[in-house]
Structures are given as C-alpha cells and as structure tokens.
C-alpha cells in the first residue's frame, strides 16, 4: 500500500462548480497534513495546512478524518485559475524520518 | 519570485557527460533539499542538507552526488547518468528540518538524459 494515496484524476469539472477530493495515508502515527498546489511546469505551493477541526481558506476547506486516515479538499466556485495538480503531503514525524511524504498528486481541469 | 533559485531550467545531457545543478535560497533557511519528480510519481526526496550537513540520503545512487558549501547553495552533481534519470529536479528548502515547516521550491531543472 502506497503511503499518500490519491486518486490521479484528471477531474474535469465546468466553472462555477464545488470540487472535493481526498487522500488517504497509511501511517496512523502522522502529525500534519497539508495540500501543495503544482501548476503545470511549475513548482508545488504551499496551498493549505491541515487543522484537526478542519479549516477553511476562502473556497478552500481541508478536513482531516483520523479515524478513516484521510484528507480532503473542497473547493467551491472553482475558477479557471484552479486548474493544478493538487498535491496531498503528510508528516509522519520520527516515523518518516522527519520527512514529508509526498502524494502523486490529483490533476484538476476546470473547463468554462 | 526570487525565494530559490534553481540553474540550469533546462538541461540535456549525454550519458557520458558530466553538469551540476545549482540551487540558491533567499530565505535565510536552515535546510536544504533535493527532489526528483518523474511524471505521475510522487515527489522523490533524495537529499537533505541541515546546516549544511547531510542528514538524509535516501538511497540515491552514487551518479548523483550532493554538496551545500554553505546554507544558501546547494549542488547536485551528475556524471554517467541514465535515461531513466530524465525527470524535473526540484530543489527546496524550509526554515529547519525535522519539523512540519512550509518548504519552499524552486522552479526546478527539467533534465534529459539522452
């Protein structure tokens, strides 16, 4: 089992429309979770941390399901400008040696 | 943005060839990292610099061989390297390592191997 998982997509999806997707991680022991934004030929961006409580950003809202070991990401009135591959990162702590794992990423087309 | 700096954007290179890639942060960070991203994969870290020692070589082969000379640079040095090697070569760095710190990239290096 892969230790980010996430479903690679593309998700095509018109403007003006709520997206979610999710990602799952092996690791029940992971400390934080975030979701990096990589637009096409370019670098991942840090987009949102992950909070316990779940939070919001604006059209993005991340939660976080411990119980279920997984992450996911809502955006609402998608825009042109949303269309990226999004990122899933998680931070196992001492388990992952201090490093942050890396999802393969969930490619997002938003079309007019 | 001039947070990190990556050199060259793009590089092709012959199997026999010798190059290095250079990487410069801004940001008065701590550590340093390199990463290969291949199409469809996730991101691969393959060297972490903290204070400009090395911490962690995630079984990288011996082509690919790291230097920080100080906590600004960092270089990643090839020599015989491989097709399957072609891939974005992204560099990152964050304010410490081993905390759930923001790492910022840079724009990367897209190499080919031919």
């Known amino acids: 089992r892969k230790e980010v998982e996430q479903d690679p997509g593309p998700f095509n999806v018109p403007e003006g429309a709520t997206v979610a997707f999710n990602c799952t991680y092996s690791?029940?022991?992971?400390?934080?979770f975030f979701w990096y934004r990589q637009d096409c030929r370019k670098e991942p961006k840090l987009l949102m941390s992950?909070?316990?409580?779940?939070n919001e950003d604006g059209r993005f809202t991340a939660q976080l399901n411990r119980a279920s070991q997984y992450i996911s990401l809502l955006i609402r009135d998608s825009k042109l400008s949303d269309s990226a591959t999004y990122l899933c990162?998680?931070?196992?702590?001492?388990?992952?040696?201090?490093?942050?794992?890396w999802g393969a990423g969930t490619k997002l087309i938003i079309k007019p | 943005e001039t947070g990190v700096t990556q050199t060259p954007r793009h590089l092709v290179m012959g199997m026999t060839n010798k190059k290095s890639l250079k990487c410069e942060q801004h940001?008065?960070?701590?550590?340093m990292y390199w990463y290969k991203q291949s199409a469809k994969k996730p991101l691969e870290l393959m060297f972490v610099?903290?204070?400009?020692?090395?911490?962690e070589n995630n079984s990288v082969p011996s082509r690919f061989s790291p230097e920080c000379p100080n906590s600004s640079h960092l270089f990643l040095h090839l020599h015989t390297l491989q097709p399957e090697d072609s891939a974005l070569y992204l560099c990152?760095?964050?304010?410490?390592?081993?905390?759930?710190?923001?790492?910022?990239f840079g724009p990367g290096t897209r190499l080919t191997v031919t």
């Open positions: 990162v998680v931070f196992g702590g001492m388990d992952s040696n201090y490093q942050l794992i």
């Open positions: 610099y903290s204070l400009e020692e090395r911490v």
């Open positions: 940001l008065g960070h701590n550590a």
């Open positions: 990152a760095s964050s304010q410490v390592y081993g905390k759930n710190y923001e790492q910022y």
């Open positions: 690791n029940s022991a992971s400390q934080s």
């Open positions: 992950v909070y316990s409580s779940g």
